[in-house]
């Protein structure tokens, strides 16, 4: 990067507000105010500003001790302002990290309705302010009980509840890549789209893939914000467009994740292909090369980048069909890769593929586990649009719709009736993947949440999992839902008991 010390300064400014948040933004050394001209007079083409990488918050002597408060507070998209909602004043809040066996203590303060009076709040105040939220660990087999990721907890405005999550030292859960985000029924959509979503990183993976150790880490957190206008702005880790530097045969692990409310996005980088060595915190048996990538709402990808030859590849979506009854999504540019030297990229390709993962798999265990029982959940909505569900009902929280035995594998088919797509998410558990609209689905790596196809003219769309119900960790009640989540707020989920 060739910049004037005045613009390193800029971004230097703007990338702490955007991180400090709204209390040092609003009246700090940070401010963003008129008083500070350059801050208002961007040019409008700018030189892609260099990807910024989120805060974090570690565990120390294994206990992560934090308290994330949940308020309303400013935001800055490329040119759109509006008051978002956010997690200790930050559109991208600190990723927590945390290694097996520690504890997450985190105390949640719901301040949502706090300050929508304060004079210089931006634009419009997002829908939801002043609901009821909690804090939701998502792909984590902890407990779903007490204060551990309980999602029935509601912690009302004013309030505040302590999180303890133990994550196991041994066991199913391993380390990977993870998100934190609200999840109390029906105001989920407006608080994740207002920015209430985080990382959340279980160290280790080095463990499991060695040659993982000591590469430069990014992580490329994907959001994306509606206006009133219909208008949607994507950004990754709180940017748009910025620009990611590698040099020519480099090697970098990236950490995509879709930590945004509910679209679907297909997407590759021109001419630069990724290495896949995780899929939602699960590790593949040896990484596998991709062009193109379909990840919807709460879905994670670990991946080895190598630097290509010098030059500009574009991050863009690629256009496809979602709702049946709208035009086709339409492209947008993420990001921009910017390679620089001359190194060769082809013997390191070689000797990534050559990996193979460190121990044994938890996938072998469920891929040759008998099928204890078969349940169907058929997904439908009401031709308004205004009602989803599971089973021609919307969820009640007070209602258990499904009950397993610990120790039962099961095989889990959802029928898609609707002309869109929507997604299977379950809590505490990942599942394997066996067939997408009819043909069989070869997944070397567990998912917890994946893409159920829309139904097309020759019938429903149809997602068939194996769900290990085998980890005493996760017995309780907990949850399964579309990932989109403005359909589970509208009913689209269901409870489920796992019985000791
Ligand atoms: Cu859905």
Redesign the pocket.
Known sequence: MRQSSTLDRRLFIKAASRFIGATAAAGGLLSLGPSMPWARSQPKAPTPEPLIQPPEMHSVNGVLDTTIAAAPGPVQLGDRTFTGLLYNGAYVPPTLRARLGDTLRITFRNNLASGLDRPGYMGPICAGAGTASNLHFHGMSVSPQGNSDNVFVHVQPGEAFQYQVRIPAYGRQGPGLFWYHPHAHGFVNDQILGGMSGALVVDGIDQVFPRLRGLPERFFLIKHAKFGDESEVVSINGQINPAVAIRSGEMQFWRIAHIGASDFYKFRIEGMPLYVVATDGHALSQPRKITEFFIGPGERIDAIAIGPPAGEYPMRTISFQNEAWRPPEPVRQLAVIQSSGSSQSAAIEDDILRLRVNGPQWIDDVRTAPIARRRTLS?SRTNDRKT?MIDGRVVDEARTDQTVKLGDTEEWTVVNTDQ????FHIHQTPFLVTEVAGVPWHDDSLRDTFSVPPATDQGPGVLKVVIPFTDPTIVGRFVYH?H?VD??DKG?MGVIEVVA
């Open positions: 997904y989803f869109q797509y929507h997604s579309c989109a359909h589970e689209m």
